[in-house]
């Protein structure tokens, strides 16, 4: 599957890439290649599906934004990708799948993970009987200070 006029660097990043696919039980096809090594190449990352087909679409590989959000959700069904729904109807997707929050900056819509800084939460509710709390999502939302004149 992978290319042979590939340079040395792309083809390893697709190899890892399709070993990371396989291992989450997903098939690694041209489609999922492609998005997954936009995803993962620059480390942990926050995008909407909209923004990574711009990216596909900037890299010349023709996918539709239904086959983008898609496999969006797959991705996150297979557990390396977390879901952010954020504001409203925008949901964000997050390569770091690790517990840890969120900054989101209004106006500019930008998400950023907290630093591990010591965020504690205490006083969860009790969950219903054969539950249990899979994890705290805390959005800590930004604005410029209107008190603050801007350099």
């Known amino acids: 599957m992978v290319s042979i006029n590939r340079e040395p660097h792309l083809q390893h990043r ?7 696919l396989k291992s989450a039980g997903l098939r690694p096809t041209r489609q999922r290649v ?12 926050h995008v909407s599906a909209e923004e990574l ?7 010349g590989i023709p996918v ?3 086959t983008v959000y ?7 069904g297979a557990g390396i ?6 504001e409203g109807n ?3 997707f997050d390569t770091n799948i690790s517990d840890h929050h969120h900054f989101f900056v209004e106006g500019e819509n930008t998400v950023m993970d907290v630093p ?15 539950m249990e709390i899979a994890h705290v999502d805390i959005v800590i939302r930004l604005r410029k200070n209107r008190n603050k004149p801007q350099n």
């Open 14 to 20: 697709e190899e890892s890439v399709e070993k990371r």
């Open 34 to 45: 492609a998005l997954a090594s936009l995803l993962f190449a620059h480390g942990d990352r």
């Open 53 to 59: 087909h711009a990216e596909v679409e900037a890299e």
């Open 64 to 66: 539709s934004l239904a």
């Open 70 to 76: 898609n496999t969006l959700h797959q991705f996150t």
């Open 81 to 86: 990708l977390r879901v952010l729904s954020i």
């Open 90 to 92: 925008k949901t964000y």
């Open 116 to 130: 591990d800084s010591g965020v504690s939460v205490s006083g969860l509710p009790r969950p219903p009987d054969g």
